[in-house]
Nanobody, 130 residues
Framework: QVQLVESGGGLVQAGGSLRLSCAAS????????MGWFRQAPGKEREFVAA????????TYADSVKGRFTISRDNAKNTVYLQMNSLKPEDTAVYYC???????????????????????WGQGTQVTVSS
């Protein structure tokens, strides 16, 4: 059983920064790509960013490209989302998730659909005030 626990959310003013963390249990963390998604009230869950199992491939939603950076530390079983230049429209609950497939390589192949992920964290709230 895999458990994912997010942390680092909070309230920040527009233009500010936050760093989210997602700690994973289990010994196979480094075999899987990871993703970040977010869900605002009344909206569907949307893709934010994904990273390959080794960290060499990353991909981002257009809405966060250039402002957010996904990274991972396989020695710590942790994936991060550095969020800079935050906007009020970034307000949402942020979730990390594990790719269903192992050893998926290349940014082109990193999945963006929630259905392509099998384990999810409980979410962490990010609120950006204007």
């Amino acid at each position: 059983q895999v458990q994912l626990v997010e942390s680092g959310g909070g309230l920040v003013q527009a233009g500010g920064s936050l760093r989210l963390s997602c700690a994973a249990s289990g010994r196979t963390f480094s075999n899987y790509g990871m993703g970040w998604f977010r869900q605002a009230p009344g909206k569907e869950r949307e893709f934010v960013a994904a990273i390959s199992w080794g960290g060499g491939g990353t991909t981002y939603a257009d809405s966060v490209k250039g402002r957010f950076t996904i990274s991972r530390d396989n020695a710590k079983n942790t994936v991060y989302l550095q969020m800079n230049s935050l906007k009020p429209e970034d307000t949402a609950v942020y979730y990390c998730a594990r790719d269903r497939s192992t050893y998926r390589t290349g940014a082109y192949y990193l999945p963006r659909r929630p259905a392509d992920y099998d384990y999810w964290g409980q979410g962490t709230q990010v609120t950006v005030s204007s």
